[in-house]
Structure formats: structure tokens, C-alpha cells
């Protein structure tokens, strides 16, 4: 099974947030984040 990955700013634009708000979140969930270029696994989200 593959693994889907987002960009930041890609879920961020879906969610309607702004990408220091997204990248807070997610740092504070334990996901490590650097910009709004990283990528998130769509399971760890």
C-alpha cells in the first residue's frame, strides 16, 4: 500500500487555516515540521 503524503501548505489550504498555524498544531501533535514545504503522511494526520 502506498503511503499519500501532503505539503503543509496543501492541507492547510484544504483546512482553511494559515501554515503557521497548521505547522503549531502539528508540532504540538509530535508530527516534526520545518516549513510549509514539508510533507505529512495522510495517516499521521
Known sequence: ???VKKRVYELAKELKI???EL???L???GIAVKSHMS????EDI
Do not use: F, P, Y
Open 1 to 3: 500500500m502506498r503511503m
Open 18 to 20: 494559515e501554515n503557521k
Open 23 to 25: 505547522m503549531h498544531k
Open 27 to 29: 508540532t504540538s501533535m
Open 39 to 42: 510533507t505529512v503522511d495522510e
